[in-house]
């Protein structure tokens, strides 16, 4: 049965929330000015605002704003848990799994190293430490493995906040970082379970421990299969008429709470349970992004900083006022940050990382937070620890962290990593900017022959390997129509499926477009007496939600395969579609080694005789070489920042179209790829004459690249 809350507690609440975000933001912007990670502001908040500051110059509003309520504390730390588990599905938004298998070594050793050397660094300290620390109901050894367990684990929900903040969530060292801060929080909790036992009942329940583990490998066995599949089958329903952020979040919300609601029954922390969601949501092809950044702006702005004041308001810095207590907690401190920093060096060397990444690592690690804090709580209810020792571990999370993220910040300053790792990160980057070839799946529709085996082509040579692909066959299609599509798809993880009437693939094509996919690819085949291209193509290109790249095989070939393109000519306007397929050139350019030519046509009309007079007296107009040149460079900028060079040609003439074919021919080009507006002229699809030109008279391969009107704002965003 729910029991009403007093007024007065409920106005004690929203003020509690109001001061603690109130200053908690404030001194996390302040940290920021200054270059630092905004959670040391907001985990200093929570220092400012308890008994060590705000305690002591004002006792009556202390107490006032931090009574000694259980229901009134309960209602706070739930915001706080709350917080903390949203940031964790934000983390697991931002996990690479494919990448963590790549480092999977590297992972594991620096994994357990960073627990075993903290570990007995804190069973040393736990055996060394005073009588004074010492709770009344516990003996000196599950003493020491408590202290052993504070000083061993770190914090995931820390790690993230400042990898994040630092925009290092992304490097080799911080999806490492990420993937032991998952490990540490396991086997802390596991710690837990097994040294509370031991100091509740004298003994260690092995039946409880076993259970626990063996639970743990079933609940994440069923997240990653089962689970899996039931949040693909939500977020598809949710999408099926069109993005709906709302309904997807409401997905996000519920998995969080069903994984977390798992993870605590099985004795391990909730938090857990978040961060698995968000990787389970992060896989599933259905998500849409905008989710992760509204579950972010909530938490980054309300939600994280209560949990990390929240963590700040269990310091009593007073109780450290004696001499001996204050050398002992440095003691602690230093065991804390020398053992955990030295733990993961030696991993990470081990497992051949640099002596930079090492030092990262190190440094990443040090960040304690919730759990610490929740094992000294527990060891505080069970007699373990004293209010001394509590006060003192408790310390050791605010500490860390700002080492932490000092430490860290001074060494990755001026380090992009290896070769190969910035690599991967510039082409991450460079897909991030794009407006089509993204990691997004690509649909192709197929009729089978060689005009859908040259889609595949480009779509194979132009996407990133790890954007997937659904072929939609169309009607009767057997298996060995598609296996050339298999074999020019290959290791492109790849799904099949079929429409039976040819006349319903375009509203099928539309309605699956909905659900996740970055762009249609399509093989055509120009034919006036069916339209410009085919009645499919023409309704597809009607209908379609997202880019359309159509791709017209080039003539006159003797094989099935085309060859692979050697030179290819980019027709540049400046326009978004235009950019579209300066993306696939360049991409194709990447993976092949294709020589791109830019060619910017500047059009002239034929001058009149009544013109000719003020073309050669002093009222010729002005050249507008000079802004079709500037245009040139920036292109060839832009492709010179993927590695790209190119060769630039700026050609006059009355028609664009007739410039690109002679251009195409003189140089010997096999592939041209050009961007297209959609427009809707006599109810049928409409190109431009340009472009409908290039393709019936060009004789190579033609790619253009089609961006919806009607998305084309959004797309522009993205």
């Known amino acids: ?43 200093g908040a929570g220092v400012l605002l308890g008994p060590s500051v705000f305690g002591r110059v004002w006792a009556g509003g202390f107490h006032w704003f931090l009574p000694d309520d259980e229901a009134q504390s309960a209602a706070l730390l739930a915001v706080a848990w709350v917080g903390v588990a949203l940031l964790l599905v934000v983390t697991g938004f931002e996990t690479d799994l494919g990448l963590i298998r790549s480092l999977g070594r590297a992972a594991a050793l620096v994994t357990t190293f960073s627990l075993i050397v903290p570990l007995g660094g804190g069973l040393v300290v736990g055996l060394l430490l ?168 909530i938490t980054q702005a309300f939600l994280a900083p209560v949990f990390f004041a929240t963590a700040g308001l269990r310091v009593d810095l007073g109780l450290l006022a004696s001499a001996d207590t204050l050398f002992w907690a440095a003691v602690v401190l230093a065991v804390a940050l020398v053992a955990k920093f030295v733990g993961a060096f030696i991993g990470a060397k081990a497992a051949g990382q640099s002596t930079r990444a090492a030092t990262a690592l190190g440094a990443g690690l040090n960040a304690r937070g919730a759990l610490e804090i929740v094992i000294a709580t527990v060891g505080l209810s069970l007699g373990v620890l004293n209010d001394t020792a509590y006060t003192v571990i408790v310390l050791v999370p605010l500490v860390t962290t700002v080492v932490a993220s000092v430490s860290l910040r001074y060494v990755v300053r001026d380090w992009l990593g290896s070769p190969e790792e910035q690599e991967r990160l510039e082409r991450e980057e460079a897909l991030s900017r794009n407006y089509i070839v993204r990691n997004s799946r690509v649909l192709l529709p197929s009729l089978g022959g060689p005009a859908s085996i040259s889609a595949a082509q480009v779509l194979h040579y132009a996407w990133p390997s790890e ?34 009437d040819p006349g319903e693939v375009a509203g099928a094509i539309a309605d699956e477009a909905q659900l996740g996919f970055g762009a249609v690819c399509v093989g055509v085949a120009v034919d006036h007496a069916e339209g410009l291209l085919s009645p499919m193509v023409d309704e597809l290109l009607k209908v379609s939600p997202i880019p359309v790249v159509i791709v017209r095989r080039a003539r006159n070939l003797d094989r099935p395969l085309p060859g692979a393109f050697s030179r290819a000519l980019v027709p540049v306007t400046g326009t978004r579609s235009s950019l579209a397929a300066q993306e696939i050139a360049f991409s194709i350019s990447e993976d092949l080694g294709t020589e791109i030519t830019l060619l910017h046509v500047v059009n002239r009309p034929a001058p009149t005789v009544a013109a000719l007079p003020k073309i050669f007296g002093r009222f010729q107009p002005e050249d507008p070489t000079g802004v079709a040149g500037q245009l040139m460079v920036e292109t060839s900028e832009r492709a010179s920042s993927v590695g790209i060079e190119t ?45 409908e030109t290039v393709l019936e008279r060009c004789d190579a391969t033609v790619v253009v690249a089609i961006m919806p009107p009607a998305k084309s704002a959004e797309w522009s965003a993205a």
């Open 647 to 691: 060769r630039t040609r700026i050609s006059h003439g009355i028609s664009a179209a007739d410039e690109i074919v002679n251009a195409a021919s003189s140089e010997d080009i096999d592939l041209v790829v050009l961007g297209a507006a959609l427009r809707q002229v006599d109810g049928r699809p409409f190109l431009g004459h340009s472009v």
């Open 1 to 43: 049965m729910l029991i009403p809350i007093e007024e007065h507690a409920l106005l004690v609440f929203w003020t509690q929330l109001l001061v603690l975000v109130g200053v908690a933001r404030t001194l996390g912007w302040a940290m920021r000015q200054v270059g630092l990670p905004s959670v040391i502001g907001e985990l």
């Open 130 to 297: 005073p009588d004074s620390f010492l709770g009344d109901d516990t003996s000196r050894t599950v003493f020491a493995l408590f202290v052993a367990a504070a000083l061993a684990v770190s914090s995931l929900a820390v790690i993230a906040k400042i990898l994040s903040e630092l925009g290092l969530m992304r490097r080799d060292f911080g999806q490492i970082t990420v993937a032991a801060g998952m490990a540490n929080d396991v086997v802390g909790w596991l710690m837990l379970a097994v040294f509370a036992g031991l100091a509740s009942s004298g003994k260690v329940s092995i039946s409880g421990v076993a259970t626990t583990l063996i639970g743990m490998a079933i609940f994440m066995a069923v997240a990653f299969t089962l689970g899996q599949r039931v949040v693909d089958t939500a977020l598809k329903r949710v999408r099926r008429d069109g993005p709906n952020v709302g309904g997807a979040l409401t997905v996000a919300i519920m998995t969080m709470l069903a994984f977390g609601v798992a993870t605590q029954a099985l004795g391990i922390e909730a938090v857990l349970g978040a961060f698995v969601a968000g990787v389970v949501l992060h896989q599933s092809r259905f998500q849409q992004h905008e989710v992760v950044d509204r579950i972010e702006q």
């Open 467 to 500: 954007a997937p692909a659904t072929v939609f066959s169309i009607g009767t299609v057997d298996d060995a129509t598609l296996e050339p599509l298999r074999n020019v798809l290959y290791e492109r993880d790849v799904e099949f499926r079929s429409v039976k």
